[in-house]
């Protein structure tokens, strides 16, 4: 698997390809400082996977997010991760607007934990949606059911949950520790008390689990 | 001084009773006594109430002395001889006393070395008369009683010629001086600055009049003209010009009294007067047009200077000084305390001013300072922080799991996660992130869902000042935590609004309410951090009736989406 690597950290930077590198599977083809050099190398190299800071120069902001949005526009073959320092349900939103597939947005620090990155570089690769625990936590614990979801089960939103933090059916499965098809069976409830029509199964999940950002 | 006054009157009614007991014994009319004693009694009546007003001027006593000298003369004469050569003598201070009043009105004083002279010559004109006595038998020169004047104890040798020639001299005399004090009234009224001479105008047209009726006396007596019409006209013209001496005095004195009760108005009217307001109500009250209040002294012809303090002063004719000298002090500190005022009330303002505005700029560095801190703590600490993880991670990857020192570099890098995770929070209590990067909106969205309490949100998306943002944001933040702290399991409303040109925060929840502002450091800071930039704060929590925090802050929206 090709890797480009963007962040304007030296160390980081350093630190990732080092650490990545060191898989047997992963090849680190580029590394940018910043979101101009990402997508000329990205141009260049068309790797698989980019992995990309959130905060670049020159505002330091969300530089990642828009680079993401752009290369997913450009590049559809080439899967992003963006890396933050925090996460937040309107970055996530932002980012899934740009392109619902082979996108990822994970906490910083999870760079630490080399499975959870590794595992989440091979998903968006697959093309799944992959958003960070932190958040789905959050949402979890919100107290207050948003209106847009009354219409669902409890286990219907815990189902819905697990789709937006970017799990499959067998993924969700496992979690809740059903069979698969009990997972396949609440899906379908979701999507029809969403009123999601049947157009293409992958959109109507992405649409489920905006509709689900987008409520909360 | 009242006391003395009311004593002065008694005295006065005293004198008058005996004088009209008197009279009538000898034979006079009842009524004339009466109308004359009225007259008289109104002038003693002027006077004291001259002395009480105005102590600084002589007219008051000139006035008392010439109605105690009138209520004295008269009773004795026909009795002793020796009273009746000395009340005789000195009746042309009858004339003198009242010329003397009028000629110096308003303070009593005579200003010229020509009215000086005529007064001298006036109050020893006695001495003239008394040597006709030296040679006259009291018949010649006083209307004697049905029985007759007691003899004259001065006389040397009845000359009959000598008192005719020295009678024809007098009437001349006496015609001389009326036109001389005819003169001195006219260049007197001249001297006078107009508003002076509106108020001595009732005590000038008394002035003409009584002029009048002496003149005509004197002349009356010059020529000889027999007892008829003339001698009528000038007896009641006499008998009116003495009344309407202290009549005409009175209306004056009464003038200025209503000047008086300006002053109070004025007070009340200049409590926030400008310059020219000022400048306005003094004319006013001074009766003087030519009132200016300047800041810089440029001499006009007749005027004088006063200093009213803070580098004004005003400039008016003399005569407002002089005429009421108590009015003009009253009217000037007036003044002085109105320009005195307004120079507080501008400092207070300007302190006032300064104090919020390094109110503001203290509120804006401390918020700068938590902006830098959290810039610092994401970009610097926790990205080291993370490199340091990176760094074990990397050593980690050099060493089999079973090596010992293996599971020590987990460890540490669990640690370094937990380090990490609290900076996070630690940043994101001093000011999130998104607040700059999406604004109010998306930063309370995302409040709410790190909430435990319930949070109905309705949020206008536009874009403000950072000020502005930053505020709203911690008046809600600081409420939720209200709310978390106090308000178990309660609901919180929160709706933030911009209308015209105020952004409008509104909390509300429906816990046990009991807030106060002024207890809570919480609720305390927030307010001066809504007042530093010009908003304000209110909290209502009735006990039992939940709490609403209401904050309006003025803003203009952001016509750019700051991206």
């Not at chain 1, 970055?91 to 619902?100: K, V």
């Not at chain 2, 009340?87 to 010329?99: D, M, T």
Request: aromatic share 6%; hydrophobic share 50%.
């Amino acid at each position: 698997m090709r890797l480009v690597i963007a962040d304007d950290s030296l160390i980081i930077r350093a630190g990732l390809i080092k650490l990545l590198g060191a898989i047997d599977t992963f090849d680190v083809v580029g590394e940018a400082a910043d979101a101009e050099q990402l997508h000329r190398i990205i141009a260049h190299e068309r790797p698989d996977v980019a992995v990309v800071d959130i905060r670049m120069p020159p505002t330091h902001t969300d530089e990642g997010i828009r680079a993401a949005s752009r290369i997913r526009r450009e590049h559809p073959s080439v899967a992003v991760l963006v890396l933050s320092q925090y996460i937040e349900a309107a970055y996530a939103m932002e980012l899934l607007e740009g392109g619902s597939t082979h996108v990822g947005y994970l906490l910083k620090d999870r760079i630490l934990q080399r499975a959870t990155l590794i595992e989440a570089i091979g998903r968006i690769r697959d093309g799944e949606v992959v958003v960070d625990s932190t958040l789905v936590d959050a949402l979890l614990a919100a107290p207050a059911v948003p209106a847009a979801l009354e219409a669902l089960s409890e286990r219907e939103r815990e189902v819905l949950a697990l789709m937006a933090e970017g799990l499959t059916d067998r993924g969700i499965a496992e979690r809740l520790s059903v069979s698969p098809r009990t997972v396949g069976t609440h899906i379908q409830h979701i999507f029809d008390r969403l009123g999601i029509a049947d157009t293409a199964t992958d959109n109507r999940r992405v649409r489920a689990v905006l509709s689900y950002l987008d409520a909360i | 001084m009242k006391a003395r006054a009311a004593a002065l009157l008694v005295i006065a009614a005293l004198l008058l009773a005996f004088r009209i007991w008197y009279f009538v014994r000898l034979g006079d009319w009842l009524w004339l006594m009466l109308i004359t004693a009225t007259v008289q009694y109104t002038v003693i009546v002027a006077g004291v109430i001259a002395t009480r007003r105005r102590p600084d001027s002589r007219v008051g006593l000139i006035l008392l002395a010439w109605g105690f000298f009138v209520v004295l003369r008269g009773p004795g004469t026909a009795e002793s001889g020796a009273l009746l050569v000395i009340e005789s003598s000195l009746q042309p201070w009858y004339w003198i006393l009242l010329a003397h009043a009028m000629l110096t009105y308003p303070d009593g004083r005579a200003h010229t070395r020509t009215e000086r002279v005529f007064l001298l010559v006036g109050y020893l004109w006695p001495l003239w008369w008394f040597t006709a006595w030296l040679f006259a038998e009291p018949a010649w020169l006083s209307n004697c009683p049905a029985n007759g004047c007691p003899p004259n104890p001065f006389l040397i040798e009845p000359t009959k010629p000598f008192v005719d020639l020295w009678f024809t001299f007098n009437n001349v005399i006496a015609i001389g001086i009326g036109l001389w004090f005819l003169s001195l009234v006219i260049l007197r009224r001249r001297r006078m600055a107009a508003p002076q001479r509106r108020s001595a105008a009732p005590a000038l047209w008394a002035t003409g009049v009584l002029l009048f009726a002496y003149l005509l006396e004197a002349a009356l007596f010059l020529f000889q003209v027999p007892d008829g019409d003339l001698w009528a006209v000038m007896y009641w013209t006499k008998r009116l010009a003495t009344f309407l001496v202290p009549i005409g005095l009175l209306i004056a004195l009464v003038n200025t009294k209503l000047a008086r009760a300006d002053v109070a108005a004025l007070l009340v009217r200049l409590r926030h007067a400008d310059a020219g307001e000022l400048q306005a109500s003094l004319a006013k009250l001074f009766r003087d047009p030519s009132v200016r209040i300047v800041q810089e002294v440029s001499p006009q012809e007749h005027s004088e200077v006063t200093d009213l303090g803070d580098g004004y002063v005003m400039l008016h004719h003399q005569s407002a000084r002089t005429e009421d000298p108590e009015l003009f002090e009253a009217g000037v500190a007036a003044a002085r305390m109105t320009i005195d005022n307004a120079r507080l009330s501008r400092q207070v303002q300007a302190q006032l001013a300064e104090v919020s505005a390094s109110r503001e700029r203290l509120v804006q560095a401390a918020e700068a300072e938590r902006k830098r801190v959290e810039r610092d703590l994401h970009d610097g600490a926790q990205q080291q922080l993370i490199g340091v993880g990176l760094a074990l991670q990397t050593a980690r990857l050099e060493m089999p799991d079973s090596h010992p020192v293996a599971a020590m570099l987990d460890d540490a890098t669990g640690q370094l996660r937990q380090s990490i995770d609290e900076l996070r929070s630690l940043a994101r209590g001093l000011r999130p992130a998104m607040l700059t990067e999406r604004g109010l909106a998306t930063a309370l969205a995302e409040l709410r869902r790190r909430s435990n309490v319930p949070i109905a949100l309705e949020v206008d998306t536009r874009r403000f000042g950072e000020d502005v943002e930053t505020t709203a944001y911690f008046v809600v933040s600081e409420a939720l935590q209200n709310a978390t702290r106090h308000a178990c399991g309660a609901h919180l409303q929160v709706r933030v609004t911009f209308s015209s040109d105020e952004l409008q925060i509104l909390v509300r929840d429906d816990g046990p309410g009991g807030a106060d502002v002024h207890k809570g450091s919480g609720l305390r800071g927030l307010s001066d951090r809504v007042t530093a930039i010009g908003g304000t704060l209110t909290v209502q929590s009735p006990p039992g009736q939940g709490t609403t925090i209401e904050a309006r802050i003025p803003a203009t929206p952001l016509t750019q989406r700051s991206e």
